[in-house]
C-alpha cells in the first residue's frame, strides 16, 4: 500500500511542470554576487563582475502564511511552496529545471 501518493503532494506550475513535495526546485529570481579571477575569466571572458544565480529550494507545505521572496503572493498555511531557512517562494515563482547563471560587468 502506497501511502504517500495523495493527490494533494503533486502539483502543476504555470508552465505546465509537475512538481512533488520534497523535490528540488530553482528560484526564477536570480542572487547577485561579486565575483573575480581566473576562472571567471575562462567562463565569461572577463576577469571581474557580478553573477546572477537561482536560489536551490525544497518543495514543502507552508507552517504558516508567508509573503513570496520574488512576487509578494501570499503564500497560505498548508500550501506547497519552495522554500530555504529563510526565503519562500510561490510556485509561479519557481521552476523545477536549473536556470542559467548570468553575468554582468555593472552591478544589477
Known amino acids: ?3 504517500a501518493s495523495t493527490k494533494d503532494e503533486i ?7 509537475e512538481v512533488h513535495l520534497g523535490q ?3 528560484s526564477r529570481k536570480r542572487y547577485w554576487s561579486a565575483v573575480r579571477g ?3 575569466k575562462e567562463k565569461y571572458g572577463e576577469y571581474s563582475g557580478y553573477e546572477g544565480c537561482p536560489q536551490e529550494l525544497t518543495l514543502r507545505h507552508a ?6 521572496a520574488d512576487c509578494g503572493h501570499k503564500i497560505y498555511r498548508d500550501d506547497m511552496h519552495g522554500s530555504t531557512y529563510y526565503d519562500h517562494y510561490c510556485l509561479d515563482c ?3 529545471t536549473r536556470p542559467e547563471n548570468w553575468f554582468e560587468d555593472k552591478p544589477q
Open 38 to 40: 581566473s576562472l571567471v
Open 63 to 68: 507552517r504558516r502564511d508567508w509573503s513570496c
Open 1 to 3: 500500500m502506497n501511502c
Open 11 to 17: 502539483r502543476y506550475t504555470p508552465e505546465g511542470f
Open 94 to 96: 519557481i521552476t523545477p
Open 24 to 26: 528540488v526546485v530553482w
